[in-house]
């Protein structure tokens, strides 16, 4: 994640340097120090730059980034384990340390996804005795909000809050949340010695305002817009870093194609936008603004392909690229449209959003398609404007896209997909294994196969189609079952995982309950 502007957020930033350091007049001396803030209040930016400045200072340092569009790999479940693997990379001692904690435990609980047993059986003691030696540790983790659902975030952030009390001392934590109740009610009931807040609002607005000038001053730079628009559109921000960024890519934005609408007439739009009270609001209006004025369509249905893009957009489990998600959606397109020629044109559209969207640009055929703020996602799916994207129905739409790519008679599913020579290598033996899966299986189908039973809970039951259910039987009954079990093993994806999701939506099915019935017997077995 990208750090603060240089010059700006000074005095947080000292803060926590002192805090770190042990003696603080601003931050009550507590080895777990909690910052909350609003989205766009610029938090992930300040543990980024006091991340770098702790690894500049030869602290032992672990950093944690959250992301909701990254919670396939970002999640609860390796949070401790990663961050005592980022400790013991850094540190011999710790390295021997964490070897031999590992080797003393059960197969079972090597391979354990509970975040408790992993902070009690390896994170802990990893750090004990750490307070006796020269060691000065500290942990960032950022965007704790982002970490998933309301129950996944719980079984992480309960070990978290009982951390507190059993941390050496010289090891400090350092978290970043927006303030969200299910985080409020656990971690703030922890005792106040050990766990000290400092929220965002609570900064001075004038050193807020000051920074964010420096930033637009910084990103107008070499545009001769007039003192009067740059101080308008600082007093537009209301203390919103996210907004002054938003607002400043989309004027000085020229890789959206969109070229015949100036930066000077950009800035007049952003200024004669409508305001409210809230950052949240104000943020949100800022985003419908943008969209607004690159897609000036006459008729609704011009917008439902794009719609239907956001849809998937939003919902993915991991991030997509531009091609990977036309390749989803074009079975979709295909029924009410010309899905060539509107593909093309979708493909135009969302060129427009590089100003809110990471990777859209055409030479960036699998760069991962990234909200620049996850408030952008939370507009998508939140806020009640023409662009709101149904979720249930949103992953009703990719379960059925994943089955149409595993289903297509061309490119889909099939007998030895990567023409290997022979089946007697094992996967790591074969000669560039990944270029094969590249050519022969793709981005598309690689998702298709691995995620096709996450969002079949996410669906709204009344949302999914009898021709969804008669594609999950047909997968689970017919010889392509065991063609995706190849391709799960090719790519080193647990196919068990997937598996184990169907239950939720078996309903009283006959097939998919004698195919539960089998797979819970076999892995008892297993």
């Given at each position: 994640?990208?750090?603060?502007?240089?010059g700006?957020?000074?005095?947080?930033?000292?803060?926590?340097?002192?805090?770190?350091?042990?003696?603080s007049?601003?931050v009550?001396l507590?080895?777990?120090?909690?910052?909350?803030?609003?989205a766009?209040?610029?938090?992930s930016?300040i543990?980024?730059?006091i991340?770098?400045f702790?690894?500049?200072?030869?602290?032992l340092?672990?950093y944690?980034?959250?992301e909701?569009?990254?919670?396939?790999?970002l999640?609860?479940?390796?949070?401790?384990t990663?961050?005592?693997?980022?400790?013991?990379?850094?540190?011999k001692?710790?390295?021997?340390?964490?070897?031999?904690i590992?080797?003393?435990?059960?197969?079972?609980?090597?391979?354990?996804?509970?975040?408790?047993?992993?902070?009690?059986?390896?994170?802990?003691?990893?750090?004990?005795?750490e307070?006796?030696?020269?060691?000065h540790?500290?942990?960032i983790i950022?965007?704790?909000?982002e970490?998933?659902?309301?129950?996944?975030?719980?079984?992480m952030i309960?070990?978290?809050?009982?951390l507190a009390?059993?941390?050496p001392?010289?090891?400090?934590?350092l978290?970043?949340?927006?303030?969200?109740?299910d985080?409020?009610?656990?971690?703030?009931?922890?005792?106040?010695?050990?766990?000290?807040?400092l929220?965002?609002?609570?900064?001075?607005?004038?050193?807020?305002?000051?920074?964010?000038?420096?930033y637009?001053?910084?990103m107008?730079?070499?545009?001769?817009?007039?003192a009067?628009?740059?101080h308008?559109l600082?007093?537009?921000a209301?203390?919103?870093?996210?907004?002054?960024?938003a607002?400043?890519?989309?004027?000085?934005?020229?890789?959206?194609?969109?070229?015949?609408?100036?930066?000077?007439?950009r800035?007049?739009h952003v200024?004669?936008?409508?305001t409210?009270a809230?950052?949240?609001?104000?943020?949100?209006k800022?985003?419908?603004?943008v969209?607004?004025?690159?897609?000036?369509?006459?008729?609704?249905?011009?917008l439902?392909p794009?719609?239907?893009?956001?849809?998937?957009?939003?919902?993915?489990?991991q991030?997509?690229?531009?091609?990977?998600?036309?390749?989803?959606?074009h079975i979709?397109?295909?029924?009410?449209y010309?899905?060539?020629?509107v593909t093309?044109?979708?493909a135009?559209?969302?060129?427009?959003?590089?100003?809110?969207?990471?990777?859209t640009?055409p030479?960036?055929?699998?760069?991962?398609?990234?909200?620049i703020?996850?408030?952008?996602?939370?507009?998508?799916?939140?806020?009640?404007t023409?662009?709101?994207?149904?979720?249930?129905?949103?992953?009703?739409?990719?379960?059925?896209?994943?089955?149409?790519?595993?289903?297509?008679?061309?490119?889909g599913?099939?007998?030895?997909?990567?023409?290997?020579?022979?089946?007697?290598?094992?996967?790591?033996?074969?000669p560039?294994?990944?270029?094969l899966?590249?050519?022969?299986?793709?981005?598309?189908l690689?998702?298709?196969?691995?995620?096709w039973?996450?969002?079949?809970?996410g669906?709204r039951p009344?949302?999914?189609?009898?021709?969804?259910?008669?594609g999950?039987?047909?997968?689970l009954?017919?010889?392509?079952?065991?063609y995706?079990?190849e391709?799960m093993?090719?790519?080193?994806?647990?196919?068990?995982?997937?598996?184990?999701?169907i239950p939720?939506?078996?309903?009283?099915d006959?097939?998919?309950?004698d195919?539960?019935?089998g797979?819970n017997g076999?892995l008892?077995?297993?």
């Amino acid at each position: 994640h990208h750090g603060c502007l240089p010059g700006t957020r000074t005095a947080i930033l000292e803060a926590l340097q002192v805090w770190a350091a042990g003696a603080s007049t601003t931050v009550t001396l507590n080895p777990v120090l909690w910052l909350q803030g609003v989205a766009g209040a610029g938090k992930s930016s300040i543990a980024a730059s006091i991340a770098k400045f702790f690894e500049h200072a030869g602290v032992l340092m672990a950093y944690y980034h959250f992301e909701t569009t990254r919670q396939a790999e970002l999640n609860p479940s390796n949070l401790f384990t990663t961050i005592a693997l980022q400790l013991a990379a850094q540190d011999k001692s710790l390295e021997s340390k964490l070897q031999k904690i590992v080797e003393s435990l059960s197969s079972r609980q090597q391979k354990s996804k509970d975040p408790t047993e992993q902070l009690q059986q390896i994170l802990l003691p990893l750090l004990e005795d750490e307070g006796k030696s020269s060691h000065h540790v500290v942990i960032i983790i950022d965007a704790l909000d982002e970490s998933g659902g309301v129950a996944d975030r719980s079984k992480m952030i309960r070990p978290l809050a009982e951390l507190a009390s059993k941390l050496p001392p010289g090891v400090q934590i350092l978290l970043t949340t927006r303030p969200e109740s299910d985080i409020e009610n656990i971690l703030g009931a922890s005792s106040d010695e050990l766990r000290a807040q400092l929220f965002m609002e609570d900064l001075p607005n004038y050193a807020t305002s000051n920074d964010i000038r420096q930033y637009v001053d910084h990103m107008l730079k070499g545009h001769e817009f007039s003192a009067d628009q740059t101080h308008k559109l600082v007093e537009k921000a209301q203390l919103s870093f996210q907004w002054a960024s938003a607002a400043c890519r989309y004027i000085v934005d020229q890789d959206d194609g969109n070229q015949a609408v100036l930066p000077y007439e950009r800035i007049t739009h952003v200024l004669n936008s409508d305001t409210a009270a809230t950052s949240q609001v104000v943020l949100y209006k800022l985003y419908a603004s943008v969209m607004d004025a690159q897609f000036r369509v006459s008729r609704s249905q011009s917008l439902e392909p794009l719609k239907l893009f956001l849809a998937i957009f939003v919902a993915a489990r991991q991030p997509l690229s531009l091609n990977a998600t036309l390749e989803l959606l074009h079975i979709h397109l295909s029924l009410h449209y010309n899905a060539n020629l509107v593909t093309k044109r979708l493909a135009r559209q969302v060129g427009l959003l590089s100003s809110l969207i990471t990777g859209t640009k055409p030479t960036a055929i699998r760069t991962p398609l990234l909200p620049i703020h996850t408030s952008f996602l939370d507009f998508l799916r939140d806020s009640p404007t023409k662009y709101q994207v149904d979720v249930g129905q949103a992953h009703r739409l990719l379960t059925e896209s994943c089955l149409s790519v595993m289903f297509r008679p061309d490119r889909g599913l099939r007998f030895n997909i990567c023409n290997l020579p022979t089946s007697f290598l094992p996967n790591h033996s074969v000669p560039n294994l990944s270029g094969l899966i590249q050519s022969n299986i793709g981005d598309a189908l690689c998702y298709a196969c691995q995620f096709w039973t996450f969002h079949l809970p996410g669906a709204r039951p009344d949302a999914v189609k009898d021709v969804t259910w008669d594609g999950v039987k047909e997968l689970l009954s017919s010889i392509k079952f065991l063609y995706w079990l190849e391709v799960m093993s090719l790519t080193g994806m647990s196919p068990l995982q997937a598996l184990l999701i169907i239950p939720a939506q078996v309903g009283s099915d006959i097939v998919l309950l004698d195919f539960r019935r089998g797979t819970n017997g076999n892995l008892a077995q297993s």
